[in-house]
């Protein structure tokens, strides 16, 4: 079993639209566009991406960020979908902070 987890500071994710495009799947770029807090939603979903990195023990680059999907549960819960595998993730954010974990089972 792995664990991986990483910590962002929203405000740097403001007005970053290219950056969405560019790191959000199909599915999260969707909801992006719906989000008020769109920093918010954008920073929890970076953070959840680079946790899963961690927790797959890879470097920033080997895994492409908009490849690693986080869809939501039918009861809102979210988790994270990769190369037809489900991961567990669990996303917060609060003021200026998001933070995420993913964890593996191997
Ligand atoms: C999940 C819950 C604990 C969020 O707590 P919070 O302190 O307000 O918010 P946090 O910042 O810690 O967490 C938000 C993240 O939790 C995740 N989340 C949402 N619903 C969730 C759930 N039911 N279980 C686990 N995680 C959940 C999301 O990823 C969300 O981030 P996102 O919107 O960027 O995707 C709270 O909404 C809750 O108790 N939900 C229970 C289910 C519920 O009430 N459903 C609504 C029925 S009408």
Redesign the pocket.
Known sequence: MSIGIDIVYIPRFAGKEKLATRILSKNELE?YHM?PNKE??L???FA?KEAFLKAMKEGIGRVAFHKID?V??K????EIHHDGNVYA??????GDY?V?VVQIKE
């Open positions: 909801i989000r918010e939603f920073a929890g979903r959840a986080v939501y549960k009861d809102g819960r979210p993730v669990s996303i917060s954010h609060d998001a995420a």
